[in-house]
Every structure is written in structure tokens, then in C-alpha cells.
Antibody
Framework: EVHLVESGGDLVQPGGSLRLSCVGS????????IQWVRQVPGKGLVFVSH????????SYADFVEGRFTTSRDNAKNTVYLQMNSLRVEDTAMYYC???????WGRGTLVTVSS | DIVMTQTPLSSPVTLGQPASISCTSS???????????LGWVQQRPGQPPRLLIY???NRVSGVPDRFSGSGAGTDFTLKISRVEAEDAGFYYC?????????FGQGTKVEIK
């Protein structure tokens, strides 16, 4: 059975940092592109980032503005999202996914507040 | 960035009746390899999203055949032939043709 499990969400002050992790199992993780998608409670889905199978190519939404970095360690079946200079508007549930393979985690909640 | 626009944003439907959601992209979703990476995602209340349809019209394994996708270029449609209670929730189109990938605003399907 396919599993993606996110962790690392927390309450952090504006300007702070967090590192989210996404661990995959039950499929060939090293063959999967992985995306981060976020959702403000009660709002829609928003693409955040993407990383290719080797970790050599990444893409980010415009609002990231160089603050977030995604990376992966295929030996650990893990993708990371390093988030720096966090803003109140980054508050959301963060999902990792291989969208077009229909692999989704259950999300980890990031709250940015003073 | 490609902008994905869905209509309607809300769709009250009677059980057993059809429902249709449109999605228009600001530019063609035909990739240089000839494929069109347009998908439809369902999110039931309190649940993570799941993919229903990929590459315009291909149902993911286990998705009921009352769901169908169609379209080409910039105009796409998701149809539910006979809405069931479990279909209530939000539906999003998503394009994977050009980075950054983008989602539509979402359409709420609610049972009358």
C-alpha cells in the first residue's frame, strides 16, 4: 500500500524557519516526482514546489520568492521542504504528493503567528 | 504562469442527476511531447485530495465510470453522469504541462 507521510509542521513566529519532511513507502520512491501543495483551511489547493526523481531539477510557485527549498534523499525515501522567512500568509496545511500518480499524504499543519 | 479558471464555483445537484464542471486554461496545455497534462482532483470534506482523471480523460484505477473527462487545448470538462452522495466535495482541475503547475479555484459540488 502506498503511503506518503508528512511531518515537521508547527507554530512558528513570522520570520522563522521550518523544515518539512515527506517519507514515502509502498512504491518506487526514487522514480517519483514529488510536489508540495498547500491549502489554507477553507480555501483551495495551491502548488508550492516540485522536485524531479534525482533531485537535480526543482520548480517553485512565484510566491515562494526564494524563501523555500525542496530537496530529496532517495536512500531515505524522503523529500524535504525547507521554509525560511516565513510569513503569516504561509499558514496552511502542507501536503506532499505525486499528483499525477495519485499519491498524497494527509498533510502537516504550518501556523505562522506571533 | 498558466491560469486555470473553473466554472461554476458552486454546483448544487440533486441525487441521480448529472453535474458538469468546466476548466479553461490561459494557454494551451499541449506539451511539446504531444501529451496534455490536465487532471481532475477530488477533495471530500476532511480528506486529503485524490486524483480522479489524468491526461484529460483517463480515469484513475478505482474511480467510478460515472466520472468522465473531455476537452482539448484550453477547454476541459469533468462530468458526473449521476451524482451520488459520496460525490459531495470540492473538485479542482490541475495542469502539469508547464512549471509552475497550477490548480483551478475549485468547484463545490453539494447535494440538494
Amino acid at each position: 500500500e502506498v503511503h506518503l507521510v508528512e511531518s515537521g509542521g508547527d507554530l512558528v513566529q513570522p520570520g522563522g524557519s521550518l523544515r518539512l519532511s515527506c517519507v514515502g513507502s509502498g512504491f518506487s520512491f526514487s522514480d517519483s516526482w514529488i510536489q508540495w501543495v498547500r491549502q489554507v483551511p477553507g480555501k483551495g489547493l495551491v502548488f508550492v514546489s516540485h522536485i524531479n526523481t534525482e533531485g537535480s531539477a526543482t520548480s517553485y510557485a512565484d510566491f515562494v520568492e526564494g524563501r523555500f527549498t525542496t530537496s530529496r534523499d532517495n536512500a531515505k525515501n524522503t523529500v524535504y521542504l525547507q521554509m525560511n522567512s516565513l510569513r503569516v500568509e504561509d499558514t496552511a496545511m502542507y501536503y506532499c504528493a505525486d499528483i499525477f500518480s495519485d499519491y498524497w499524504g494527509r498533510g502537516t499543519l504550518v501556523t505562522v503567528s506571533s | 504562469d498558466i491560469v486555470m479558471t473553473q466554472t461554476p464555483l458552486s454546483s448544487p445537484v440533486t441525487l441521480g442527476q448529472p453535474a458538469s464542471i468546466s476548466c479553461t486554461s490561459s494557454q494551451s496545455l499541449v506539451h511539446s511531447n504531444g501529451n496534455t497534462y490536465l487532471g481532475w482532483v477530488q477533495q471530500r470534506p476532511g480528506q486529503p485530495p485524490r486524483l480522479l482523471i489524468y491526461q484529460i480523460s483517463n480515469r484513475v484505477s478505482g474511480v467510478p465510470d460515472r466520472f468522465s473527462g473531455s476537452g482539448a487545448g484550453t477547454d476541459f470538462t469533468l462530468k458526473i453522469s449521476r451524482v451520488e452522495a459520496e460525490d459531495a466535495g470540492f473538485y479542482y482541475c490541475v495542469q502539469g504541462t508547464q512549471f509552475p503547475w497550477t490548480f483551478g479555484q475549485g468547484t463545490k459540488v453539494e447535494i440538494k
